[in-house]
């Protein structure tokens, strides 16, 4: 007391490593085609994105709109086309078109990831076999509907590991048939997409968004690779969760189990990152949250919930994630915004 202040020595191990620096805007939002019209008109979605813009100091959020939706969605323009006459153009003829998108649907989440600085990835339809017509309109209307270089990427379709099941293909679907579908049928989209609305013709697709099937994820670096040779593929998206129903029973303690946090990375997203360094692209978690199938009440909205992202979001980013998408906004228990 009343002497000269100690001297203060700090020493850092020679083994202790510094991770690169958090890409700018790396939290970004993930919702459906149905709640789209909701966000852009809701006052607390885009404080919501201010605040997150605040925070970054660089530029705001990402807004994916896709999800299962994506499917089920087709560019309508004057709102008379019958859904009804949709279903013949799955396998099964039971997956109908239930959504439908404008312009005026555009403009507005463009307008309101323009008013924080931020940009939009968009999903179009792979519903149809035999033709791409459907993902061609959605594309181009959207682009033109659009400001310039704001919808950042495209992802066409949804989690194609899980068509087969779903019945929107075979139940034989395959990483080859769905690769020659998008060779044939998708690339002339995405390249037509590119030079109508892209960034002086760069590459828009974000592709991957896969969902967990091992048939597909062991042909993924293959896929990749062709992509990016194709000139198409911009980015590689991963989809993963805290927890799945189908596994475990979600309880708090589970989604902060060092040992489930650490299956679920190196399950699913290490193997995705190392596809995405592979092919020479950046690596996106393009859906994400606690639990999977809209959450678990008492486990997805708790405040043990929101330690976990922060721990799941660094890991991500240790990984290489250059941006992780937090899916939500249909009011249920996952959901970063009620509704």
């Given at each position: 007391e009343g002497g000269a202040p100690a001297a203060l020595e700090v020493r850092v191990a020679a083994a202790v490593s510094v991770a690169a620096p958090v890409?700018?805007?790396?939290?970004?939002?993930?919702?459906?085609?149905?709640?789209?019209?909701?966000?852009?008109?809701?006052?607390?979605?885009?404080?919501?994105?201010?605040?997150?813009?605040?925070?970054?100091?660089?530029?705001?959020p990402n807004l994916r709109v896709g999800g299962n939706s994506a499917d089920l969605t087709w560019w309508d323009p004057t709102g008379e086309r019958d859904k009804g006459r949709s279903c013949g153009a799955s396998y099964s003829g039971a997956v109908c078109v239930r959504y439908a998108l404008n312009a005026s649907d555009v403009e507005a989440l463009a307008a309101a990831a323009e008013a924080v600085d931020g940009d939009l990835v968009l999903g179009v339809s792979m519903v149809?076999?035999?033709?791409?017509q459907w993902a061609r309109e959605e594309a181009l209307g959207a682009l033109r509907a659009a400001p310039r270089g704001l919808v950042v990427a495209l992802e066409v379709g949804n989690e194609p590991d899980l068509y087969g099941e779903h019945g929107i293909r075979d139940p034989g679907y395959s990483a080859a048939a769905y690769m020659a579908e998008m060779q044939r049928y998708y690339l002339p989209v995405l390249a037509a997409a590119a030079a109508e609305g892209g960034t002086k013709g760069a590459p828009?697709?974000?592709?991957?968004?896969?969902?967990?099937?091992?048939?597909f994820t062991s042909h993924a670096q293959g896929i990749a690779r062709a992509l990016?040779?194709?000139?198409?593929?911009?980015?590689?998206?991963?989809?993963?969760?805290?927890l799945a129903v189908q596994q475990v029973t979600p309880t708090v303690a589970a989604l902060l189990s060092s040992d489930a946090v650490t299956s679920r990375i190196e399950h699913y997203l290490r193997p995705a990152a190392?596809?995405?360094?592979?092919?020479?692209?950046?690596f996106v978690v393009g859906e994400t949250n606690s639990v999977n199938m809209g959450g678990r009440a008492n486990v997805s909205d708790t405040f043990a919930s929101a330690l976990w992202a922060f721990d799941w979001t660094a890991r991500l980013v240790k990984l290489n994630a250059t941006r992780v998408n937090f899916h939500g906004s249909d009011g249920c228990p996952y959901s970063w915004l009620g509704g």
């Open positions: 890409p700018a805007a790396v939290v970004g939002f993930s919702a459906e085609y149905r709640q789209a019209p909701w966000l852009a008109a809701s006052p607390g979605f885009v404080q919501m994105m201010r605040n997150l813009r605040a925070l970054d100091g660089v530029r705001g149809q076999n035999g033709t791409a828009l697709l974000q592709g991957g968004t896969l969902c967990c099937k091992v048939p990016r040779s194709s000139g198409a593929l911009k980015t590689w998206s991963q989809h993963g969760y805290g190392e596809v995405a360094a592979g092919a020479g692209v950046p």
